[in-house]
């Protein structure tokens, strides 16, 4: 590290960063990179990419828990919560107002074309982040068997997402080699005796997340349950929004009855338009459901509060573990549970992307013991249409995500005044 930056500038360089972090975890990891190391020289190579393992082994959006560790490196918890809110709250801003525009508007016919659009786009989207993840992770035999299984078991529901991620890990650390390893580790360079930071952390924010739950199950009702499961995804969302998305959807839509499969799709489709995790997909899910169970107050309530669930953990997790990270990062089970973790959620990506993809093309589909299987007759031949060019858009002619999302609704709302 070598310069302590002031809090103006910690301010001005990460409410740049947040403003900008469009296009996912892998541009949103670029940016920061080139604004921490590259352009400011804040922190050093090994520093950044010890810290960015670290954030790899926790539960919830990468991009934004590397946010606040590299805040908290640079000015400790205040520059942490500084870096992680500001990577949070501009997409939050725009979620609110995408909401209110689609409870007003969405029922439109144009603006309902133009959802079409969005969610062939989204197909794209999802298509590349499962082709560059397969790249990273699936190198050995042994984590494409583990890919392969995921699928299956979660495409016939035969187990559910937290038990996938659990047996995961569980087979990861128990076939790792157990020998200590040598890392490039962010340096631990805080002086203060690492347990008592990581317990008073583990106390503080512990306390900070659970009072507003306790509030939330104590009222009942709809406020209960967006608390509960919001809470259950953050403890449970390795492997970033994509890989906890087929559980919400199956929650959301199935088991609470909150949204439709359509409203869930759309909700996706939005939330890649706006900078930040793609994980606020959470706050879209949960205030639309407020509205259309009581207005726009509780929309308003709900809203904040699967916020709150959503990224009060990511504090956690990150000021509980930094001062920890080299030892963390030297044990290589930790470092076998991850691998099988992530090759486990190439499966259940694979999983989102089929169900997104069926629920998309074919207006019918059938439940069988295999899982859900098309009805051929049913198939909409503009969505096709409109979902085989995002893809050779995005994965050939190398568009950026914004301009696929742009012309793929463009195109779809030209189609739709005919």
């Known amino acids: ?108 016919p144009l603006v309902a074309s133009a959802f079409l659009g969005v969610k062939a786009a989204v197909v794209a989207i999802i298509v590349q982040a499962l082709i560059g993840l397969s790249r990273k992770v699936l190198t050995k035999s042994l984590n494409l ?18 038990a996938v991620i659990a047996l995961a890990a569980t087979l990861g650390f128990i076939l790792s080699n157990s020998a200590p390893r040598t890392v490039s580790a962010a340096n631990d360079t805080h002086t203060e005796n690492p347990w008592s930071q990581s317990l008073r952390s583990g106390l503080i924010w512990g306390t900070l997340w659970l009072v507003p739950v306790l509030v939330a199950v104590s009222a ?31 929650a959301v839509v199935q088991d609470f009855g909150w949204l439709t499969t359509d409203q869930m799709m759309d909700a996706l489709g939005l939330a890649e338009t706006t900078p930040g995790p793609l994980i606020l997909v959470t706050q879209f899910v949960a205030t639309l459901a407020g509205q259309l169970q009581g207005g726009p107050s509780l929309a308003i309530m709900a809203g904040f509060l699967a916020l709150w669930c959503t990224f009060i953990p990511c504090f956690l997790w990150i000021f509980a573990g930094a001062p920890h990270v080299s030892r963390i ?36 589909t059938v439940q069988s013991p295999i899982g859900t299987l098309p009805v051929l007759s049913s198939i909409d031949v503009t969505a096709s249409a409109l979902t085989a060019a995002a893809i050779f858009a995005m994965l050939v002619l190398r568009l950026p995500l914004l301009g696929v999302l742009a012309l793929s609704a463009t195109a779809a709302m030209t189609i739709g005044l005919f």
């Open 145 to 162: 068997i583990v890919a392969v299984v995921s699928f299956a078991v979660l495409y016939t529901e035969a187990m559910p997402f937290p």
């Open 1 to 108: 590290m070598s310069q302590i930056p002031d809090l103006t500038q910690l301010l001005r360089v990460f409410g740049r960063i947040g403003l900008m972090s469009f296009g996912g975890p892998a541009a949103q990891i670029g940016l920061m990179h080139q604004e921490l190391v590259d352009r400011t020289g804040w922190l050093k190579e090994k520093d950044f990419l010890g810290a960015l393992s670290f954030c790899m082994l926790l539960p919830g959006p990468e991009a934004m828990q590397l946010a606040t560790f590299c805040g908290w490196k640079l000015r400790g918890t205040l520059g942490g919560v500084l870096a992680g809110c500001l990577f949070v709250l501009p997409g939050a801003v725009l979620i609110f107002l995408l909401v209110a525009g689609y409870a007003a508007f969405g029922a439109l």
């Open 220 to 250: 009942g009702g709809f406020l209960r349950d967006v608390a509960l499961f919001f809470s259950q995804l953050a403890v449970v969302t390795f492997g970033g929004a994509y890989a906890v998305l087929a559980y919400m959807v199956q």
């Open 329 to 364: 990062l030297a044990n290589p089970r930790l470092s076998a549970a991850l691998t099988l973790i992530s090759a486990a959620v190439v499966g259940v990506i694979i999983n989102l992307s089929l169900w997104f993809t069926l629920n998309l093309l074919f207006a019918k």
